[in-house]
């Protein structure tokens, strides 16, 4: 019977074995996000009916779906579809469209709420000197709309590296994974491997929570940001 | 390999509806571990709130502590170490189960009400909601602000009769759209009980796949039972918010 | 008037089945100071937002220097950088100091150079007084602070005319005079204004011309001289009575 690993080293291993995914899921599904969910607040503010309508649908859609379904129906549907790709990446990049197109309908929310809370005057004060709409927007709106958009996106961050877990379910070596074959191994430690996934967890996600939380939150509605 | 012709996705939906016995068992399990979760979430959420907000110093901070802790580490992780834990310090957790059994339609299902796994799901599935479902309620309890709490203990009310009479009644409505939020989405949670071995809808889906070996429309079809529910439960929500409103609330 | 700054002719202007303005018409000349004054509801801050086109009327023209601002071929943002417009609520942009707020405009719209619009908005924020407090955030101003870098940046713009919409009506009255003084020197100055207020005492000081605005149509016009000595009509003169209880004191404000 071998000595069972000490602290560090289950530590280590987790890490080691599994960070490097687990980031890379993370920063892919939040950038892509991002992306998209930007572009989805803004339909849904200034957009034609359409457009408001898509986007909106498009919310509801994403939400409303566990994360995991979502993983299994690309995992599923992709290696149809691009049969050509390596399968590994084809799991990869299963995981990285499910966070990135649950994150949009996250994200968008946040930048709708944020645009929509700097106040309207502002914009009317900006076209009265004489600045377009697109002009007014980025100067005035966008400018205070990502400010006040902060608190909210570290906590939708911190969503995303926990929902990065999931990617164990399709055999993605990432830190959960890790924490699984530590205890499959050595099961007299199976929930204390788990208990250490967690809080590396959580050290990832708590500092920036409270970094860029509530501390952040009062820091604008110190500068009167966010009125509306 | 060359690019499969996709079957008709219609018939591929019909063989897959033909073990609707086993989907609707899992959904039935699905909505049983969500409405004691909830449940569990809201009384121990409604604790953990006061006791962050009205706690002494070292009460609050495990409120605190706890909220925090649960809310920043996945849920994943959670659900296995509440599993894992009993044989790690090596407690039996013995082979015992509640369960129900009915037919319809010519067709038996069964279905665990309670055993060891299904147990840790809903304690795991608990737990975690109570720490968001705290977050709610102190946002409201805040936003009543304190000086009616002040002018309640001025009439003489301690500051437990205060909270219950004036704080709370006032909390509890104004929380109710953030609530709905977490009540709507709750459901999608539940599948995270998979891991551990129970039989809710996606692990039925599981099944389904293992039979019929198409997987795309059966994920699919998961997924839009998913929606379905949870868009119902919220407009459900939206109703009951819209007939017990109190102007000024 | 041989060469109006301004030429208002005919607005209409409706909002959902309320017809807010029935033909207004008026003409403004260089330097002047034209008061517009009613009962809420008149449609006076429409007017204003009809005449720089932020609502543009159903019917009717603006002309400015000659030229039709609705005009099709017309850039109606380069029409606005030449009318200038302060706010009741100041809608400063929060996120910049008082310099980058009178700046922008300067900068984005009429193109200068960062040296250039920061040296005009020193200038400007010079003329209402307020050079100490370039650096300051609008949430670090009080209400007064805030209009007046309002006016600055409205200035800053050198516009043909400056459109005020009750522009004290939000101040605590402590702060009302500061702002009013500004508005007394810059019309003093020959800047030409269209103010919509209830500050007579402002109006019997620098108005060349009051207009009394009712139910969507002008009602009464003439100088300062003309309504607090022998109004025309009831309505205007029980107005002014009124206006007279709630705002009397302010003139011991204006130096």
Known sequence: MTDLPTLPEIIFYILRRGLYHTLLLTVLGLLIGFILGISLALMRVYGAKELAWFSSGYEKLFRGIPLIVLIYVFAFGLPDIFWYIDPLELRLGSVVLALSLRSAAYQSQIFRGAILSVTPGQTEAARALGMGGSQAFRHIVMPQALRLAVPSWSNEYAVVIKDSSFASAIGIIEMTQSAYFVSINFQEIWALSYLILAILYFLFTYPITRIFGERQSKKLKKFGMGGG | MILQDRPNPIGELLIVLEYWDHIFSGFLLTMWLYGWALLMGFFLGLILANLRQYGGWFLSRIASGYVEFIRGTPLLAQLFFIYFLPSSLNIPVGDWKIETSFTILNKDITIILLNYRTLAGLLALGLNSAAYQAEYFRGAIMSVGTEQLMAAQSLGMSRIAGIRHIVLPQALRRVIPAWSNEAAYLPKYTVVVYFIGVKDLFSQAHHVVAFTFISLTTYILIAIIFIVTITLISKGLDILHKKTMIPGL | ?255
């Open chain 3, 1 to 255: 008037m041989d060469k109006p700054i301004l030429r208002v002719v005919d607005i209409w202007k409706s909002y959902e089945d309320l017809q807010v303005l029935k033909g207004v018409s008026f003409e403004l000349g260089e330097g002047e100071v034209k008061v517009v004054f009613g009962p809420s509801g008149s449609g006076k801050s429409t007017l204003l937002r009809c005449i720089n086109m932020l609502s543009p009327p159903d019917k009717g023209e603006v002309y400015i220097r000659g030229q039709n601002i609705n005009a099709p071929e017309v850039n109606i943002n380069a029409m606005r950088a030449r009318i200038g417009m302060v706010f009741q609520h100041f809608n400063l942009f929060t996120h910049l100091k008082a310099i980058d707020n009178v700046s922008i405009g300067l900068r984005r719209v009429k193109g200068f150079s960062k040296e250039e619009a920061r040296a005009k908005a020193l200038e400007v924020l010079q003329s209402v007084r307020m050079e100490k407090w370039t650096d300051h955030y609008p949430a670090e101003l009080s209400g007064g602070q805030q209009q007046r870098v309002g006016i600055a940046r409205a200035l800053a713009m050198d516009p043909d005319v400056i459109l005020f919409d009750e522009p004290t009506s939000a101040l605590d009255p402590e702060l009302i005079g500061e702002v009013l003084q500004v508005m007394l020197d810059i019309a003093k100055a020959g800047t030409t204004m269209i103010v919509v207020t209830h500050e007579m005492g402002f109006a019997r000081a620098v108005a060349s011309e009051m207009i009394f605005l009712g139910d969507g149509v002008i009602m009464e016009s003439g100088t300062p001289e003309h309504f607090f000595v022998s109004p025309k009509s009831e309505r205007v003169k029980n107005f002014l009575r009124q206006l007279d209880i709630l705002y009397g004191g302010h003139e011991k404000l204006l130096k």
